[in-house]
C-alpha cells in the first residue's frame, strides 16, 4: 500500500478542522496505514503545528521555506511535488485551497483525482470505493478510483469528525527537499469581507432564503415573515448572486457562519457549502416544494410546499396570535 | 485577448427531478431538461467584458455530442464569436483527467491568452481547469470573482473561505475558474439564439485534435463510477402533514417551543 500524506491547513498558529478529520479519513482507506502530516509554511507558528500533528499522526513532514509562508496552491504544489514519493496518496481539504490545489497536483503527480469525497468504503486491489454526491447532493454514487500509481483525494469538510484517536510520531524536516518554488502566479493580500448593515452571526431566529423565492419582486415576502416573527432575513448564495441582497446576509463557507436557536430554510436545497455556515445544532425548519430536496436530511421539521404561498399565510397566522 | 471558455451542458436542476434509472447506473436521463453549466454563463459574461475593453474574441468550447452544440449556440447568442464543438466516440465515457486531455487539445491549436472554466459543474468536482493548466504549465487560479486585465497579466481576486477576497496575480496565458456572483450574465431571449442558428460550428474529433486515444475515454479513466443511489436520509425531518392550516398550527407550536417567535 502506498504511502498517505495528509496536507495540514493551518492560519495564525491555528490547524483547520480538516487537519484531524485527514487523519479519520486515512484510517478508513486502511486502518493499519501509515498517515504522515505534511505541514508547509514559515516561521514561528511551523512547530506548534508540527508538535499538535505529531500527537495525531504516525509521523509529521515539515516543510518551511519563506516561499511557503501564505498557502498559495501553486506553490505548495511545487513543494509537495519535490518532496513526497510518486505514487503517494495525498489527501486534502475540498475546501476553496483543496479545489486550488488538488487537480493539478494529481497531473504533476501521475495520479488519479478524486474530489468532494462523503465516504469511503475501503480498497479492493488497486481500487479505492468512495462516495460521492452529485447534483447538489440530491444523488450519490460509488466511484472507485484507481490508487495504484497513488491518488490526490478532496475530503468533503466537516463528513470524517475526528475521534480522538491517535497514532503518535516524530517531526521530519523535509525543507530541503522542496527545491525550485518559483511560479507565475503571486499572492497579493487577503481582502476582508465587508461588513454590512445588519450582524446574521448574532441573530437568534433567522428566516433564510434561496433560489425557491424565484423573483427579486418576492423577496419582500421574507422581509415581511421576518418582521412578524421578531427574526432576521438572511439567505443562501444565488440570492446573492443575483444582487437581490447584500453578501453579508449569505450564509455558508463563502459567507456568514450563523449559530441560532432556529433556522428556517426556505426554498433552500441544503447544498454542504450552504449548511456548512449553519452551527451551534439549531432547531431546522426546512419549506421546499421537493420532498427529496437534501435539506430534508438534515432538518428536524420539514414542510412540502411553495414557498410564495405559504409564507404569507404564515406570516397571517403569526400575526392573528 | 483571445480567450477560450469551456463550457459543459449539464441538466437543469431547477427544471427537474433527479431521479435513478431502473438498473441504478445512471440517473433517469430521457425527459431532463439541460442547460449550460450555472458557472460556465458567468464566465461566457466575464469573457464577453474583457474583450469589450481590451479587444480580441471569444471562443466557446464543449465536449459532448450533437446536442452539445445547443449550449454553444446559447452562449454565441450571448455574445462569444467562435464554437467549437469537442465530439467522438472516443471520448465517451471519459473522467475528469479524459476531459482536460481533450480540452488540452483544442488550446494547442489555437493562440489563447487566457482559459477559463466554470469553478465546477454538475457533479461539484471542480477539477477540469486545475487538470488543464497543469497539463498545459500554465498558472491556475479557481474561484475567481474578479479579473483586471493588465499588460502580460491580470490581478485576479479568488474568493476564499467567509467571503474573503485573495488578491493575486497572474502571468499570461493562464487558466482561470470562474466562481458565480463574478457579475450578471446577461439574458438570452429566442431572438438572440435565431441569429446564431445557422453560424457553422466546427466539430473536431480525435485525430483532429492530436489527443493519444489511449489517454481519454472508458478505458483510459482512472475514476469510474459504479453506481448510483439514493443518499441514506438518516433520521430525517419530521414532515408534517395534514392542511395548510394544521401544518401552520403545528409549525407555530414548534417555533414557540423553540424559541423562534418574540
Ligand atoms: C466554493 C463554493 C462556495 C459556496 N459557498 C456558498 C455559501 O457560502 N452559501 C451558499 O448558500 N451556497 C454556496 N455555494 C453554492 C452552493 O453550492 C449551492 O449552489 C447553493 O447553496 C444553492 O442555493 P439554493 O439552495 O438557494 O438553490 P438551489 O440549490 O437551486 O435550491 C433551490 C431549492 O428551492 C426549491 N424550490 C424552488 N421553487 C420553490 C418554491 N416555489 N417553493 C418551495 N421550494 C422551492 C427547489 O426544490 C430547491 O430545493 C458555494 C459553491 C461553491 C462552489
Ligand atoms: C455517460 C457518462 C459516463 C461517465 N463516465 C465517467 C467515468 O467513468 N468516470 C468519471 O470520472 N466520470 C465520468 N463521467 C463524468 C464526466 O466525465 C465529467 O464530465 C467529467 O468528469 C468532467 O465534468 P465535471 O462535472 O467533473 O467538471 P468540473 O471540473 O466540476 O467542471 C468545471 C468546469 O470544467 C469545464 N468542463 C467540464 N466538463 C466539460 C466538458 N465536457 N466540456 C467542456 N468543458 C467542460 C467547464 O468549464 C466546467 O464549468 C461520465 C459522464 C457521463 C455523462
Redesign the interface.
Known sequence: MAEIFAYIKHADGVADDSALELFVAAKKIAADATVTAVVTGSGADMDKICTEMAAVYNAVWKIDNAALAYP???VV?KALVNTLPADSIVLLP????G??????????MDS?????IVGIEGTDGGAL?VI???????????????IAAGAVLNIRPGVFQYDDSKAGGDVADKSGDAGDLS???????????EAGDVDITKS??LVSVG?GIEDEDNVEIVFDLAEA???DVSCS??I????WME??R?VG?????VKP??Y?AMGI?GSFQHMGGIKGNP????VNK???A?I??????????DILE?IP??QE??EG? | MEILVCVKRV?D??EN??E?NSDGND?ERDDLVYSVNEWDNYAVEEAIQIVDKVGGSVTVVTVGDDESEEVLRREMAMGANNGLLLTDDAFEGSD??GI?TILKGAVEKGNYDLIMTG??A??????????L???MD??????VNLIEAGDGKL?V???????????????LP?VL?IQ??IN?PRYVGIRGIRKVASVEIPELGAGDLGVDAAAIGEDAA??????????D??E?????EGS??E???K??E??KA?????
Request: proline content about 3%; some cysteine; charged content about 25%.
Open positions: 498559495n496552491a501553486e504544489r475540498h475546501d476553496t485551497f479545489m486550488d490545489l488538488g487537480p493539478g497536483l494529481s497531473i504533476k488519479s483525482f478524486a474530489a468532494d470505493k460521492r454526491q452529485e447534483f447538489s447532493g440530491q444523488v450519490s454514487t460509488h466511484v472507485t478510483c484507481d511560479v507565475k502566479r503571486t499572492f497579493l493580500e487577503v481582502v476582508e469581507a437568534e431566529v433560489r416573527m421578531g427574526a448564495r444565488p446573492v448572486d443575483a444582487k453578501k453579508s449569505q463557507t463563502s459567507g456568514q457562519t436557536k432556529v428556517m436545497s432547531f431546522i425548519v426546512a421537493n420532498t427529496k437534501p430534508f436530511q438534515v432538518a428536524d421539521v420539514g414542510i412540502e410546499a405559504f399565510e404564515l397566522a403569526i396570535l | 441538466p436542476t431547477s427531478e433527479i435513478i440517473i475528469g483527467k482536460a469553478a465546477q454538475d457533479e461539484g468536482a471542480a477539477q477540469v481547469g486545475g487538470m493548466a497543469a497539463m500554465y498558472p491556475y487560479a479557481s474561484l490581478k481576486g479568488r474568493e476564499i473561505e467567509g467571503g474573503n477576497q485573495e488578491m493575486n496575480e497572474i502571468e493562464c475558474s458565480t456572483g450578471e482512472k475514476v469510474k463510477r459504479v453506481d448510483y443511489f439514493m443518499p436520509m438518516g430525517g425531518a419530521e414532515m408534517l395548510t392550516e401544518i401552520i398550527a409549525l407555530i414548534y417555533l423553540k424559541g423562534g417567535l418574540k
